[in-house]
């Protein structure tokens, strides 16, 4: 109960925060970022490993820059998070644009289901919410719970305020198949750490051994659901615009992991452009491959 009790006086406090002009919460993150960075030493040894092996050719000095400028975005990150339970549409579609989405709806008025994969680059988190405003069709995204209730039931209001429908990993499965009647997108972040598995898929991602989540790719193999990848851009502090790619119109015809490792091209391509976007806190190396 008393945790409880402190969750619902954090989410009080955020959304205080969130009535805040964004430019004054952009202060704070400029505060935040010398705590984070400077003070509590957030992760520090984690990114700083995730970098050094994904950048092997690159001198210290170089590093250490991407380093600092990950944790003055990820500062910036959170203060964009907090504005989410109070951020307008109309703001929305001004920080953040899509191009090319007219090839999802190609494929909705054909009677299509798609499937879209995205990563944790850029503010993946508005993305979600500012796609809903644009799209018509049903559209659920696949996510995964947090340990802590409150906030996890706060963060599927958020996410869901503009007609998302959140649906965690373990239903995914059972909500595509009473989706089949329906046209509908399915949103996954393809980034994200698997489960440790023998099965799972391994392949060179950012210089390292990875494990991948082929969910995606076995949904659409198994549905013929054509897979667009969206290709994040910051344009500047607090702009975005994404690229919704084809990665592949039938996947039942293509060979295995062909649509896995074109997600993961295209991603690898951001990372090495802007690394200091994608969530290098992120433990996404933290399983090994098991040697024979």
């Not at 050094?52 to 250490?64: D, G, N, R």
């Not at 500062?75 to 964009?80: V, W």
């Not at 644009?134 to 996410?159: A, C, G, M, Q």
Request: with cysteine.
């Amino acid at each position: 109960m008393i945790k409880k009790g402190f969750s619902y006086i954090g989410i009080f406090f955020l959304y205080c925060l969130a009535i805040l002009p964004t430019p004054l919460l952009y202060l704070f993150s400029k505060l935040s970022y010398y705590l984070l960075y400077y003070v509590v030493g957030y992760r520090r040894s984690v990114v700083r490993e995730n970098l050094l092996l994904s950048f092997p050719e690159k001198k210290t000095e170089e590093i250490e820059l991407i380093e600092k400028q990950f944790f003055r975005f990820l500062s910036d990150l959170i203060f964009e998070i907090v504005k989410m339970p109070l951020i307008s549409k109309k703001e929305l579609k001004k920080r953040y644009v899509f191009h090319n989405l007219d090839l999802l709806e190609d494929c909705f008025k054909k009677g299509r289901s798609v499937i879209v994969c995205s990563a944790h680059y850029g503010n993946w988190e508005w993305g979600m919410i500012a796609l809903s405003i644009h799209l018509s069709e049903t559209k659920f995204v696949i996510y995964k719970p947090l340990h802590n209730t409150v906030f996890d039931n706060w963060f599927l209001k958020i996410r869901s305020r503009f007609g998302n429908t959140l649906i965690s990993m373990r239903q995914t499965l059972r909500s595509l198949a009473d989706s089949k009647k329906i046209t509908s997108a399915f949103f996954f972040a393809s980034d994200q750490v698997p489960l440790k598995e023998p099965s799972n898929y391994w392949m060179t991602f950012m210089n390292q051994a990875t494990p991948v989540y082929m969910g995606p790719e076995k949904i659409a193999r198994q549905t013929n659901r054509p897979v667009f990848y969206f290709k994040t851009t910051v344009v500047k502090r607090g702009y975005y615009e994404v690229d919704c790619i084809p990665v592949c119109m039938e996947p039942k015809d293509s060979p295995e992991y062909e649509i896995t490792e074109n997600q993961f091209k295209l991603l690898t391509e951001s990372i090495v452009a802007e690394p200091q976007y994608w969530l290098w806190s992120h433990k996404r190396w933290k399983h090994q491959p098991e040697i024979a």
